[in-house]
């Protein structure tokens, strides 16, 4: 599997044809308390860089955009009860989405860890 960053603090997971989306740790450090999320919906198309879902904190609310362009395949549906999964484990049981990717050549124009690392220093 390979993981890839936004500039905007998303990651995706490339499983695949599929991609498991969500928020870096450095996102949920920088929004503090997560105490709501809107998941977008099942079948839902999305072309990179639209917004896909929206993270509310106890600071602001922030939309989480598609890192790559495809489908939504399946939504964490346990972030609805337990959105706060989103702090303790950003980077694992706290995604937010699965999309069928559309087109995999917008993976390589996303970041690699060393990339991401820089912009968050």
Known sequence: ???????????????????????????????GDIVF?????????????DEA??????KAASEIYAPVSGEVVEVNSLLTSEPGMLNSAPEGEGWIFKLKIADSAEIDSLLDADGYADLTL
């Open 1 to 31: 599997m390979t993981t890839k960053f936004t500039p905007d603090h998303e990651y995706i997971r490339v499983d695949g044809e599929t991609g498991i989306v969500g928020i870096t740790t450095y996102a949920q450090e920088q929004l």
């Open 37 to 49: 999320v809107e998941l977008p919906a099942i079948g839902k198309v999305l072309r990179k860089g």
């Open 53 to 58: 879902a929206v993270v509310e904190s106890v």
